[in-house]
């Protein structure tokens, strides 16, 4: 395996016909960190991993793999390898062939590339799907295939455009951990392209959550649940509450906010229960103030059914002063 | 995670209880019947039992001046009269055949060659589907006129004195004209080519076009180059259209007489010419054991065609 490379963006942009898709966003990726870019559809998270790819021309800007400016680069020139949303497998040919294609460009002999691609299958626990045609597969085991095909060219940069959004959710938790574990083992950099906060949460040590062309914030996931940026952050992310307070936009974390008796005197906020949602670990409590904001609460399971509530109590909310976040405005 | 405004839950669709199905009127069972109905009476009238009376005819007996009923292979021999012994000298009906194949296998060779080259660009090049559209429009003007006008329109083009001979003449490129433009092997080849290959731009562009863009992209981001990637990615998916555009351009060109009689100036051999001949001196069972033998040849091509590719399942 080549060794992980940095992965760098200097003020690239991206024009469809004028439309603007992705606008001077700079960023920098760490060698071999996996990094997700997380957003709403049409915010150009997409765009901007097909321009790494050299899937797409980048109008503005340049891109820099390790120490190399990569816009005028073929694909398989940069040393990256991509993952595609529909797995884009050859349909013609076996789960073998597919994972040894790269090979057989590069004219490496039948009984070599085969062997090769075998213990690529082998890394993903797929070996014994090796004759089966991709029609053939589960979308699990596509997504298998598709990843074994992306590492045979050896990249130093794997970018993996939606790669769990086809599947179920039981299946997208293990593929999660089964994504992290060979991102570890190999040591790459990986560039995961998602619409799921949960997932980028779960993967990346750099989150960069995007909005209409732009970056909205770029930091550790803890560092983006504690202390989101903008109110667009607090509400992609989720679990926050955006409140207004004596003129300043905070965010208030949902489980940080607490549920007190109606007389309380540290009470910040009057409040009717609007709603109660079981969710296994957690209770969700659905709130409008007095001044007509909504806002959520979250509690523990035990600590909500010891002191239960039903919709329609009178409720006082408080929270401790340093739970608020002050928000900056959206750019 | 405990995350209370999830943005990602969304609504979920609220799917509508299954509708009802199988209200159980006496006719439902034989509407399906009724909707394939129409073809299939045009088919039986107009092909399965014409077809029928020629293999039946084809067992006949004829004179110079009768027809008669009657169970004989004769025809059959008659067609082949003389063909073994004569090997290895290859008797009229064998070059015939030969002929017949030779036309068929350049033209088909010509045909996928332009018909690809079209499909191609259409498909991949022209990117919104009203010039599409208006491309295919172009491609079928040709079909707006009669066969026979088509290939007549040759003839000025073509000719001793045509358009081709003179500007090649007043350029200076040849001194005297080329007599084999036209009612020769070539006009023949050129007619057909030009006939037929929209038969196999529609099916290829067919197949091109349910062919997944980003397995393009998968293949140059593995390193293969646009000819690689043509060879390796877009011919084996394109290859159920190729088929049936192949299946369409050799039966076809198995059984023309009309270009072939046109454009070779009725001095090139065809199956079908030999037919027409038949015919034209009333010897029909003769006529009908040709076309019976025809009819086989081709049907045993087009099984050995299909046999390259499930049609059913590329579909």
């Not at chain 1, 699990?140 to 790669?163: I, K, N």
């Not at chain 1, 009470?267 to 007095?290: F, Q």
């Not at chain 1, 600590?303 to 909310?317: K, R, T, W």
């Not at chain 2, 007489?257 to 038949?278: D, N, R």
Request: with cysteine.
């Amino acid at each position: 395996m080549s060794d992980a490379q940095t992965v760098e963006l200097a003020a690239v942009t991206k024009r469809y016909d004028g439309a603007l898709a992705v606008d001077a966003i700079s960023l920098k990726i760490k060698a071999g960190s996996y990094c997700c870019l997380l957003g709403p559809s049409g915010c150009g998270k997409s765009s901007t991993l097909r321009m790494i790819a050299g899937h797409e021309d980048v109008t503005d800007g340049h891109i820099m793999i390790g120490p190399r400016v990569v816009n005028d680069d073929p694909p398989a020139a940069r040393g990256t390898a991509m993952m595609f949303q529909s797995y884009a497998l050859f349909p013609h040919l076996s789960v073998a062939e597919n994972v040894a294609f790269s090979l057989r460009m590069k004219g490496v002999a039948r009984a070599e590339r085969l062997d090769r691609a075998e213990r690529m299958l082998d890394l993903v626990s797929m070996t014994e799907f090796s004759d089966r045609k991709p029609t053939q597969l589960s979308g699990g085991q596509q997504q298998r295939v598709a990843l074994a095909r992306a590492l045979m060219t050896e990249p130093s940069v794997l970018l993996l455009d939606e790669p769990l959004s086809a599947l179920d959710p039981f299946l997208r938790v293990r593929m999660r951990s089964e994504l992290r574990r060979i991102q570890a083992e190999m040591g790459l950099t990986f560039i995961h392209v998602t619409h799921s906060q949960e997932e980028a949460m779960a993967l990346a040590d750099l989150v960069v959550v995007m909005n209409d062309g732009r970056i909205a914030q770029a930091a550790s996931p803890r560092e983006i649940y504690n202390a989101p940026r903008t109110p667009f952050v607090a509400r992609f992310i989720g679990g926050h509450n955006i409140l207004d307070d004596g003129g300043r936009t905070i965010a208030l974390r949902a489980d940080d906010v607490a549920i007190l008796p109606p007389g309380e005197a540290a009470a910040r906020r009057r409040a009717r229960v609007s709603e109660i949602e079981y969710r296994g670990p957690d209770v969700r409590v659905g709130l409008e103030t007095e001044a007509g904001e909504t806002l959520n609460a979250v509690m523990r399971e035990r600590a909500f059914f010891d002191s239960p509530l039903a919709p329609g109590a009178d409720v006082a909310i408080g929270w401790r002063p340093e739970a608020a976040h002050e928000l900056s405005r959206d750019a | 995670m405990t995350d209370a405004t999830d943005t990602n839950a969304g609504v979920r669709p609220v799917r509508a209880s299954a509708g009802r199905r199988g209200s159980g009127r006496a006719g439902t069972a034989l509407a399906p019947y009724l909707q394939a109905a129409p073809m299939a009476l045009v088919f039986l009238v107009f092909f399965v039992l014409p077809l029928a009376a020629t293999i039946v005819v084809s067992f006949w007996q004829y004179t110079q001046y009768s027809i008669e009923p009657a169970f004989t292979a004769q025809n059959y021999g008659d067609v082949f009269y003389g063909c073994l012994a004569d090997l290895p000298r290859l008797c009229t009906t064998f070059l015939t055949y030969l002929s017949t194949l030779k036309f068929c296998l350049i033209v088909w060779v010509t045909t996928l060659t332009i018909g690809f080259t079209v499909a191609y660009f259409l498909a991949f090049h022209v990117h919104t589907l009203k010039i599409q559209v208006i491309c295919f429009l172009l491609c079928t003007i040709p079909f707006w006129t009669s066969i026979v006008i088509r290939m007549i329109s040759w003839i000025p083009l073509l000719g001793r004195n045509g358009l081709v001979n003179q500007t090649l003449v007043g350029m200076g490129v040849i001194d005297t004209p080329l007599e084999e433009l036209l009612y020769s092997d070539f006009a023949v080849i050129l007619a057909l080519t030009h006939l037929y290959t929209l038969f196999m731009v529609v099916p290829i562009f067919n197949s091109l076009m349910r062919i997944d863009r980003s397995l393009i992209e998968a293949a140059r981001d593995a390193g293969a180059g646009g000819p690689q990637t043509l060879l390796h990615v877009i011919l084996p998916l394109a290859r159920p259209g190729i088929l049936i555009g192949s299946i369409f351009v050799v039966t076809v060109v198995m059984g023309d007489f009309l270009t072939i009689g046109i454009m070779g100036g009725q001095q090139i051999a065809s199956v079908g010419k030999v037919i027409q001949t038949q015919m034209q001196f009333l010897q029909f069972p003769l006529a009908a054991a040709n076309a019976v033998i025809l009819l086989a040849a081709v049907l045993v091509g087009v099984w050995a065609l299909l046999k390259l590719v499930d049609i059913r399942k590329e579909l």
